[in-house]
């Protein structure tokens, strides 16, 4: 991770971390980075964050002062970006977004030609621009200064695309779909509606500040609830940028990443689309969705956390299909990130293609208890690295043997420290957590 660009972009407090002259200045570099053989095109997305317009605009002048012009699709998602980007002649793509994070957090992600994330070369370049060691780009001028244009058809292809991949008509469904007040909003219904379903949403009214407010993936409970209350056949939950995406079955139940990733893991084996035979995960993936892809004879492989790395390693080797728990869930023949409202298309392929219910579809797949708490640190590093927290870490690794395990890993886009236990028993989860957290806390590391 770079000093501002972490595993998702440039993240930050809007106005502080994140301001408008960083803003303008990435603008800047891109539009002279990938403008010096040919005038650049860069297209921008943004979610429903009240400070994504300020930012928007700041890029805009940025990228145009640079000599590249600039096409906005408005409110949109992250894979919506990478879509057009990939498909048509843009050289690089913006999408301005914090995901999941409360609204006055926003985002800078870059995506370069291919629709992927930015390697850690040109993120190394960016920053060194940000902090002036590098000399002064030019300014562009007379006819060479940029221009900002319209794109909402991007979004509108993008929209067509999502809707040509469907295999059944989706008639008769009950579908309910927790937009987070952020960019699926625009986007999911329609797309769910033009295959035939009878669509209930909730949380699609944003209004600046409401983006991920007890809704969307992160607040599972809210659909859970809906539901339930309408007896609805399945609902689908997306994030703030609508990369993730979290199922709930028809009894209520939470279907997270990986119950995603074991659903179309095994559907996509069974019917030869899994190429490779192996599924991309994380380090944070349930021990239970390994045991049972052992069962099945499928292989699997285990990056860092982040759905760039998922990706990454996904592209090295011809895998098909990858994601988090947390709802990165990436169909590589399809889209180049993690893409919810796909997600949430693939999903329904699988139960209308076997005609079953999502619960049923899990019904073979034991998961672990599995607690996780994040833990606000002064200092990242300096808390990893404290021998009484190491000791304590090694302490419950002893303690829970081969059944169970402990992550203490650092988030790459917030100060904070994740503090992970897998066991038998909740309880155990608990105590080993706790354990942990208590030793950061005595040693004065927790943010009080």
């Keep these: 991770m770079g000093k501002y660009f972490g595993t998702d972009g440039f993240r930050g407090e ?30 921008i997305g943004k979610d429903t964050r009240r400070s994504s317009y300020m930012f928007e ?11 590249a012009d600039a096409y906005l699709l408005h409110v949109t998602t992250t894979p919506g970006v990478s879509y057009v980007v990939r498909t048509e002649d843009f050289d690089c793509g913006i999408m301005i ?16 030609g291919q629709g992927e994330k930015l390697t850690d ?25 940029g221009c900002a244009s319209d794109y909402s058809m991007g979004r509108n292809r993008y929209i067509g695309y999502l809707i040509s991949l469907a295999t059944r008509s989706f008639k008769n469904m009950r579908v309910g779909l927790d937009c987070a007040n952020g960019s699926a909003f625009a986007i999911a219904k329609n797309v769910f509606d033009a295959l035939g379903a009878k669509t209930y949403v909730i949380n699609h009214s944003p209004d600046g500040t409401n983006i991920n407010r007890n809704a969307g993936s992160t607040h ?71 045991k049972a892809f052992d069962k099945l004879g499928i292989q699997y492989v285990k990056t860092a956390v982040g759905d760039k790395y998922v990706y990454e390693n996904m592209s090295e080797n011809g895998h098909r ?7 990165h869930i990436i169909f590589s023949k399809y889209a180049s990130t993690g893409d919810g409202i796909l997600t949430s298309l693939k999903l329904m392929e699988v139960m209308l293609e076997r005609k079953a219910n999502l619960s049923s579809l899990t019904r073979e797949l034991r998961i672990y208890p599995q607690l996780l708490k994040n833990v606000r640190v002064e200092s990242k590093p300096a808390a990893l690295n404290d021998p009484d927290v ?18 203490v890993r650092q988030s790459g886009t917030e100060p904070v420290l994740r503090v992970m236990v897998e066991a038998a028993t909740d309880e155990l989860c608990a105590q080993y957590v706790n354990q942990v957290i208590s030793v950061l806390t005595r040693k004065g590391h927790v943010i009080l």
């Design 321 to 327: 299909l990858g994601g988090e728990q947390s709802g």
């Design 97 to 112: 977004s914090a995901s999941h994070n409360v609204f006055y957090d926003n985002g800078i992600k870059v995506i370069n």
């Design 220 to 290: 599972i409970e809210v659909l859970q609830q809906f539901v339930r209350d309408n007896n609805l056949d399945v609902g689908f939950a997306y994030d703030g940028d609508a990369d993730r995406c979290i199922a709930v079955d028809e009894n209520g139940d939470v279907v997270d990443g990986d119950k995603i990733l074991y659903i179309c893991g095994r559907y996509m084996n069974e019917t030869g689309m899994l190429d490779t035979n192996t599924v991309v995960t994380t380090i944070m993936s349930n021990m239970g969705l390994y």
């Design 14 to 43: 809007a106005n502080r971390e994140l301001t408008v002259e960083h803003a303008f200045k990435v603008g800047r570099f891109l539009g002279w980075y990938y403008g010096q053989e040919h005038r650049c095109k860069v297209i």
């Design 121 to 145: 070369d040109v993120i190394e370049k960016i920053e060194a621009y940000l902090d002036g060691e590098m000399g002064e780009i030019p300014l562009a001028t007379k006819e060479n200064i």
């Design 57 to 67: 605009y700041a890029l805009v002048a940025g990228l145009t002062a640079s000599g």
């Design 390 to 407: 190491q000791a304590a870490v090694k302490a419950a690794e002893e303690g829970l043997g081969d059944e169970g395990r402990i992550l």
